[in-house]
């Protein structure tokens, strides 16, 4: 099965990964973010980046796909700069499958 990359942000942010072939969704609002990010789970999206920003919006739904294996859920930073969620996310992961924090 071949999946899809997606992209939920700010337009700002977002709008360069239309380059790489990307399926870019601008989202600024807690609705759209979840419903954005629902819909992408169940079209055969196999990545999701999301700026931190729109992460904030949509806490609850995130949490439901980190227990699955797709679609993988990224946090990346928006165009206003990182707020370390995203990196706080991958220390947590390494030092769960590690047992300590590597980084």
Not at 25 to 43: D, F, G, P
């Amino acid at each position: 099965m071949t999946y899809k990359i997606g992209v939920i942000g700010d337009r700002d942010s977002v709008m360069p990964f239309k380059l790489f072939g990307f399926e870019v969704i601008y989202a600024v609002s807690a609705k759209q973010v979840r419903e954005t990010i629902e819909s992408m789970a169940k079209n055969a999206f196999g990545v999701i980046f999301i700026t931190e920003d729109a992460s904030e919006l949509a806490v609850e739904t995130i949490e439901r796909y980190k227990s699955d294996v797709t679609p993988a859920i990224i946090l990346i930073p928006s165009h206003n700069g990182t707020k370390g969620i995203g990196l706080k996310e991958i220390q947590d992961n390494v030092e769960r499958a590690v047992g300590q924090n590597i980084l």
